[in-house]
């Protein structure tokens, strides 16, 4: 099924460790992004990627490293998890439209909590 | 700075009745997007609506439609029949320009619980 795809649903970890939340879409999107869902803060973007290669911040990138080797996948690392990073996570992707509204496609999230 | 606010945390609302939910946003810019989402409790995010800011005419689809007020920065939805499957957290998201400014800034989210 076309969509993006995020492994795993749900992960727990102990602060001090490391752990790759996986991206993967299939619709040939240029544009991809993790955002954080917190309570009360609604989503907010942590990176972005508009192309294989090109990665940039968002509003929250602290803690958080990304890379782009292809168009398919976006995977978002956390090199030493902080209770502060328990969180649901997001990838979303889109087209790259010259002109009008860029449309997410969302996956279906990622429970993580570090104790 | 870009800021996105929902002031309704949560509301509810009877089976079939209508019920609107509140959107403001802040933003210097001529050329924007503004959106709303639903997250069920499937936690998927879907889109409900969008609207251009350019357009003059307020966006619709099927029982969902929204006011969009372009100075005083408004964009509320209005749910009319509402029925159980309405119930959801909503979400306001503004997006500045296209292409590779494409970054979706959200509101807080508004419970909705539609009640038979």
């Known amino acids: 099924n076309a969509g993006v795809t995020q492994t795993p649903k749900f992960q727990v970890l102990k602060t001090g460790q490391s752990m790759t939340l996986q991206c993967a879409q299939d619709?040939?999107?240029?544009?991809m992004s993790w955002y954080r869902q917190d309570p009360g803060m609604g989503l907010r973007l942590i990176h972005y990627?508009?192309?294989?290669?090109?990665?940039d911040q968002g509003e929250v990138p602290n803690g958080y490293n990304v890379s782009r080797s292809t168009t398919e996948d976006f995977p978002l690392r956390l090199l030493s998890a902080a209770p502060s990073q328990t969180s649901v996570y997001f990838c979303?992707?889109?087209?790259?439209?010259?002109?009008?509204?860029?449309?997410?496609?969302f996956g279906a999230g990622s429970r993580l909590t570090v104790l | 700075a870009q800021t996105v606010t929902q002031s309704q945390p949560e509301m509810s609302v009877q089976e079939a009745e209508t019920v609107t939910l509140s959107c403001t946003y802040d933003?210097?810019?001529?050329?924007?997007?503004l959106f709303w989402y639903k997250q069920p409790p499937s936690r998927q995010m879907i889109l409900v609506i969008r609207?251009?800011?350019?357009?003059?005419q307020n966006a619709t689809e099927n029982r969902f439609s929204v006011n969009f007020q372009k100075a005083a920065k408004s964009f509320s939805l209005k749910i009319s029949d509402s029925q159980l499957g309405d119930t959801a957290m909503y979400f306001c998201?503004?997006?500045?320009?296209?292409?590779?400014?494409?970054?979706?800034?959200f509101g807080q989210g508004t419970t909705l619980q539609v009640k038979p």
């Open positions: 979303a992707s889109s087209t790259i439209r010259r002109t009008g509204a860029n449309v997410l496609t």
């Open positions: 619709m040939n999107h240029e544009y």
């Open positions: 990627s508009v192309g294989a290669g090109i990665t």
């Open positions: 933003t210097s810019e001529n050329n924007y997007y």
């Open positions: 609207q251009e800011a350019y357009k003059q």
């Open positions: 998201a503004f997006m500045v320009g296209s292409g590779n400014t494409g970054k979706l800034i």
